[in-house]
């Protein structure tokens, strides 16, 4: 897969680099190269960054900042079995359980919620830094609701750092979770009083709890852009760039005509 130039792998975090320094220089910059690709497309373009981590995991599968990266190009591709089995393979490299609730959150990806919930009660948990205690919680919550337990979920986000007034990496996601799970109880009011805690902690818009809030209040929006595109068109439809007569566009212009008549 073609690789702009710009890209030289330096870019990747220095400890990635360090595990790659085991491969001879120039495959270890390919695979570097690749690397930097996944992390630039994983967000935008899930199937893309596949392709990137795929070519990685073939030059270098033994190499666990590999595997792991794969495991995360899978996952933003829903492709939840072969993510899994990355993730394992990662862990098995490392010893390190910071991967535990992304696997478990695979297993809700399979339709496994029972196993995500069994995950969430593991030992493992124990083990993990705040962060990953509270993305533990939103799976372990996922799960109730995939599980129809809607009342469950909600006392499963309620926690010590639901309650805190500190703002965390993660703060605005578990406010979310919350937010939604009660609205999904019917507890309307809750709800938006949560959504709009969620929109004080979102400093980075990882949510969409304004246009939640937003909803809830009634309030619609009217994109600007879209609205000058229709004028666009009303104006090209009376001109020699109109749509052609068959085309899918002609078409909806002639009904619209035949409309008019009637």
């Not at 695979?31 to 270098?60: C, F, K, Q, T, W």
């Not at 919620?113 to 533990?136: N, R, W």
């Not at 996922?142 to 993660?170: K, Y």
Request: proline share 4%; hydrophobic share 40%; charged share 35%.
């Amino acid at each position: 897969m073609p690789i702009p130039e710009e890209v030289t792998g330096e870019e990747i975090d220095k400890d990635v680099r360090q595990e790659l320094q085991s491969l001879p220089k120039t495959l270890a910059d390919d695979v570097a190269r690749n690397l930097v690709m996944v992390a630039r497309l994983i967000d935008e373009d899930p199937e893309g960054a596949y392709g990137y981590s795929r070519v990685a995991l073939r030059l270098a599968s033994r190499v666990a900042a590999v595997r792991e990266a794969a495991g995360f190009a899978a996952y933003a591709s829903q492709k939840y079995s072969e993510a899994l089995a990355e993730f394992r393979a990662a862990r098995r490299m490392t010893g390190n359980v910071d991967l535990w609730p992304v696997m478990a959150d695979c297993e809700r990806g399979l339709g496994r919620p029972e196993k995500a919930l069994d995950m969430a009660g593991a030992p493992e948990v124990h083990k993990l830094d705040k962060a990953g205690q509270v993305e533990m919680r939103l799976v372990a919550a996922g799960a109730r609701r995939d599980m129809g337990q809607l009342d469950a979920a909600i006392v499963t986000l309620q926690s010590p750092e639901l309650a805190s007034n500190s703002v965390q990496a993660w703060t605005a996601r578990l406010r979310y979770a919350y937010a939604d799970a009660l609205l999904a109880v019917g507890r309307e009011a809750e709800a938006r009083e949560w959504f709009a805690k969620a929109v004080e902690a979102d400093r980075d818009g990882s949510t969409d709890a304004s246009d939640r809030l937003a909803e809830l209040d009634g309030v619609e929006f009217t994109d600007a852009l879209d609205e000058t595109e229709g004028d666009d068109a009303k104006d090209g439809a009376e001109g020699p760039s109109a749509a052609a007569p068959g085309s899918e566009a002609g078409v909806e212009a002639e009904d619209e005509v035949e409309d008019d008549k009637d």
